[in-house]
């Protein structure tokens, strides 16, 4: 089993910056694609980010290209999500997620285990 926790959430202006750490334990991460989500008040689950497991492919929501940043580090069992010139409609709570995959899949379905979540507030 793998256990993953979320960290860097905060409270933020428009335009600000940002960036989520996940830490995994309990089991290899190494061969694992790592994800974030995000769920908004009132909204369904979506997909933010996703890298596979040796970061040599990363995909992102159109929303949030060019302005979001998704690494890891698997000596660190960490993935993380750089993000910047944060929007009031980026508010909401981010969770990352783990499956094993050689690709970086998009939909809650296709992901194993999944952290808590972390709260991002970004106002306007």
């Known amino acids: 089993q793998v256990q993953l926790v979320e960290s860097g959430g905060g409270m933020v202006q428009a335009g600000g910056s940002l960036r989520l750490s996940c830490a995994a334990s309990?089991?290899?991460?190494?061969?694992?694609?790592l994800g974030w989500f995000r769920q908004a008040p009132g909204k369904e689950r979506e997909f933010v980010a996703a890298?596979?497991?040796?970061?040599?492919?990363?995909t992102y929501a159109y929303s949030v290209k060019d302005r979001f940043t998704i690494s890891r580090d698997n000596a660190r069992r960490t993935v993380y999500l750089q993000m910047n010139s944060l929007k009031p409609e980026d508010t909401a709570v981010y969770s990352c997620?783990?499956?094993?995959?050689?690709?970086?899949?998009?939909?809650?379905?296709?992901?194993?285990?999944w952290g808590q979540g972390t709260q991002v507030t970004v106002s306007s």
């Open positions: 997620a783990a499956v094993r995959s050689w690709k970086t899949p998009t939909k809650v379905s296709e992901y194993d285990y």
């Open positions: 309990g089991g290899t991460v190494s061969d694992k694609t």
């Open positions: 890298i596979s497991w040796n970061g040599g492919l990363t």
